[in-house]
């Protein structure tokens, strides 16, 4: 009787298993590796940007939150937006309303760098 059911739960989970399984391994958004997709938020800690790359749908509002105990800025390579300095718990936020690639970087580090990818 035990073995019967131990077979039965079986069948009915390896199935739901399987599928769960390939639906992951398969997945593909179109982010490069180590990019935020579909996201918001772009947080300043330890004097980097996490994410460095983001990806976001046109019309998209990206905010950048100062997490760091340090002040910093975001400044975009092609001067399509600027901030000013704001310390730890600030923030500055953008949004996108045409695709492309903007890189960015901090106006203070400038060995901080992102890019936000707006499709």
């Known amino acids: 009787m035990h073995n019967r059911l131990t077979v039965s739960i079986a069948v009915v989970l390896l199935p739901l ?19 935020q997709s579909g996201g918001d938020q772009v947080r300043i800690v330890d004097f980097a940007f996490a994410p460095e790359d983001t990806r976001v749908a046109v019309g998209s ?9 340090f002040d910093h800025s975001v400044v975009a390579d092609d001067d399509l937006f600027e901030s000013k300095a704001f310390g730890q718990g600030g923030t500055f936020a953008f949004t996108f309303d045409r695709p492309g690639r903007f890189a960015y970087v901090c106006g203070i580090h400038n060995s901080m760098r992102g890019v936000v990818v707006v499709e």
């Open 17 to 35: 298993i399987v599928v769960l399984v390939v639906g992951l391994v398969g997945r593909d958004d179109g982010a490069a590796p180590g990019a």
């Open 61 to 69: 509002t990206i905010t950048w939150t100062n997490d760091d105990g």
